[in-house]
Each structure stands twice: as C-alpha cells, then as structure tokens.
C-alpha cells in the first residue's frame, strides 16, 4: 500500500500536480475594501428660501477613491442636474449648505427667485417643470464623490412664515 501512495505521488509530480494544497490556496489575499459615502441630507426654508443642507464622510481605508470632489446630482427621467459642492477636507468630510438649484436670495438672505417659477409683466407664473421646476418633486438626489450614496431629499414644505415660492397676494407677510 505504501508503494502505491509513493507512485500516486510520483505521478503526480511528474505531471505538474501536487499532493499538498499550498497556503494562498487556503487562504487568498486580503482585497482592498471598496470606498463608501456616509452621507446625509435635508432641505429647509429659510427666508422664504429652499436650501439643501449635506454631511458627507468618504469611508475609504485602501485609498481606492478616485476623486475628493463632491457633487449633489438630481436626476428625474432623462434629466440631470450635477452641483458641485467642493472637495473633501484632509478629514475626508464636507458639510456645509448650498441654496436649492434655480433659487437665488438678495444679500439680506430672502428668496428672490425660485425653480420652476418666472416673473413675466410684474406677475410670477409657475412654470411647472421648466427652469428647473422638475426639482421640485420626484427628482432622485444622490450625493457623489466616488462611489456615490442615494440621499432622501424634497423640496421643502411651505410653513406659515417660510414660503418657498413667490410670495402671492394672500400669503402672510414675511416675518421680520
């Protein structure tokens, strides 16, 4: 019997086999961990203004990532809107709060234009999903770096004080 596990194992080594399992077979090498984002997000009205505020954290432990550049990107159908934010810190994190796209403030902070709405004969004329309106409502947000993270935000709700469109005749005067 021990003749013939001799020969098995002569056969073997003489046709490129072997008899032992060698140990990167046992165990293969670590693979880089791929990157990811924490990241959070939500909107809120200020001033009559929608604004966006992010928090943005690349998990990243091999150094796999290929960008520190940071956007916010709505898609909805065959639109796409990608707003830059800025690069991450030495940290690896961005925060900070950027105003709605299509929306602008006067240098008090107020809002003075809004997605989706125009002013046309001193009148404001919602223009549904034009100039932006499509960011409104059903837009999916992503926050991207590289890899890129889904993040849950809407357009801000109205509030008796905040308004997040043009100021119509019978909405309460903004507070001072």
Do not use: H
Request: contains cysteine.
């Amino acid at each position: 019997m021990l003749q013939t596990m001799v020969a098995g194992a002569a056969l073997m080594l003489a046709v490129g086999g072997s008899t032992v399992t060698g140990v990167d077979e046992l165990y293969p090498p670590d693979q880089p961990a791929e990157p990811s984002l924490s990241t959070s997000a939500y909107a809120e009205c200020v001033q009559d203004a929608p604004w966006i505020v992010y928090d943005v954290t690349l998990v990243d432990p091999d150094d796999r990532s290929t960008s520190r550049d940071v956007s916010l990107v709505f898609t909805k159908g065959g639109q796409r809107l990608e707003v830059p934010l800025g690069s991450l810190r030495e940290d690896d994190t961005l925060s900070g709060r950027i105003l709605w796209p299509g929306a602008a403030t006067d240098s008090p902070g107020a809002g003075v234009d809004w997605p989706g709405w125009v002013q046309q004969d001193g009148e404001w004329v919602d223009l549904g999903e034009d100039d932006l309106g499509w960011t409104r409502e059903g837009a999916t947000v992503a926050i991207e770096v590289n890899p890129e993270a889904g993040v849950a935000v809407s357009y801000p709700p109205a509030t008796p004080y905040c308004v997040v469109g043009p100021r119509l005749t019978d909405d309460p005067p903004r507070p001072r």
